[in-house]
């Protein structure tokens, strides 16, 4: 059986299937709920129920506390309808970007290579023909398990049938040592869904940009930048990418050609635990050294989250608008 759910103030309304979260069966049907994680950790999938009821199934009582379920609150992304709902996002539902519906998609690994210490570069050639914004991410469906993994496309969106990922080993990792490290091989065939998040850069902007990437949260900013450069979208940007080490650096050769190339683009890779004849230190401690005021800049963030919480406090000290702050935490692989 399904339930319809409406969403007030909007056009849309849409069917939801028995056990479907809210936010999968809105994001198929082409209608737009706010979201990041789509796991029930970040809580900006949150909403009112104004008519019916849910069940919030696992969603974590520290997204989501009694006195917020008791207030008709509900995490879009865990909740499944129990009769139909007439709902209202506690976020922006019209932030002005174009969103593509969430889709199942079928692929082929066409490239699986070790790029750094622990880290892949999985790139999936697809059946068809995905859209998706700079700086979203996929869901891969780890085989036999049904579970998806999240992993931001590096690959600007005009290019929208070769996807390619960048995957950091978890030891025990499902999906990592199980899986992509393990028996994973070019000419497999894997089940992905997407694009989720918005964690994006889509508009021509007047600020220049501090895109800051610790480790494989490179991804995302490599799809932001490519996009922008082919756009023309942002003033300058300035991208700094975070490793302990050398070994933890990867497309280095690739950024410096493009810094090379492209003279608004500047390239600075930061090393906290190795000394070399780059920047040294914690990323952030490094771009809050080349910066002496970020007033007018906008900053895309992508990283665990200590170097996220860490970045921001930096920018904002350094005099960047909040609301120029965009952030895509890591969330940890249960
Ligand atoms: Fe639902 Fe993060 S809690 S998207």
Not at 89 to 102: S, Y
Not at 203 to 208: K, S, V
């Amino acid at each position: 059986s399904t339930h319809r759910v409406e969403i007030k103030g909007s056009a849309d309304a849409f069917d939801v299937a028995d056990g479907q979260p809210i936010l999968d069966a809105a994001l198929r049907a082409g209608a737009w709920i706010p979201h990041s994680c789509t796991q029930g950790t970040c809580g900006t999938c949150k909403l009112k129920v104004l008519c019916g009821s849910v069940d919030h199934r696992e969603s974590p009582e520290y997204t989501l506390t009694g006195a917020e379920r008791a207030d008709d609150l509900a995490l879009a992304c865990m909740a499944t309808p129990q009769s139909d709902l007439v709902v209202e996002p506690t976020g922006a539902v019209d932030d002005g970007v174009p969103h593509h519906p969430l889709r199942d998609y079928l692929g082929e690994v066409v490239e699986l290579s070790d790029v750094a210490a622990n880290t892949r570069r999985l790139v999936v050639d697809l059946d068809e023909d995905m859209a998706f914004n700079a700086g979203q991410y996929c869901e891969l469906i780890v085989p036999g398990h049904g579970v998806g993994r999240q992993y931001s496309m590096a690959n600007p969106p005009g290019e929208q049938r070769r996807l390619e990922f960048h995957v950091k080993r978890t030891p025990g990792g499902l999906a990592t040592d199980g899986w992509i490290f393990d028996s994973l091989a070019v000419g497999d065939r894997i089940d992905l869904r997407g694009p989720l998040g918005q964690f994006n850069l889509v508009h021509q902007q007047a600020e220049p940009a501090i895109l800051i990437g610790g480790g494989t949260g490179l991804a995302p900013l490599k799809s932001i930048v490519r996009h922008a450069l082919d756009r023309e979208l942002v003033p300058e940007m300035y991208l700094y990418h975070g490793g302990r080490g050398r070994a933890d650096l990867y497309d280095v050769e690739f950024f410096t050609d493009l810094a090379a190339q492209h003279e608004h683009f500047h390239y600075r890779p930061a090393l906290s635990d190795e000394s070399w004849d780059g920047a040294t230190g914690l990323v952030t401690d490094v771009v809050v050294g080349d910066f002496r005021s970020c007033k007018g800049m906008s900053a895309y963030l992508c990283g665990p989250p200590a170097m996220i919480d860490a970045a921001v406090k930096s920018l904002k000290r350094r005099r960047m608008a909040p609301r120029l702050i965009f952030r895509e935490e890591f969330t940890p692989a249960a």
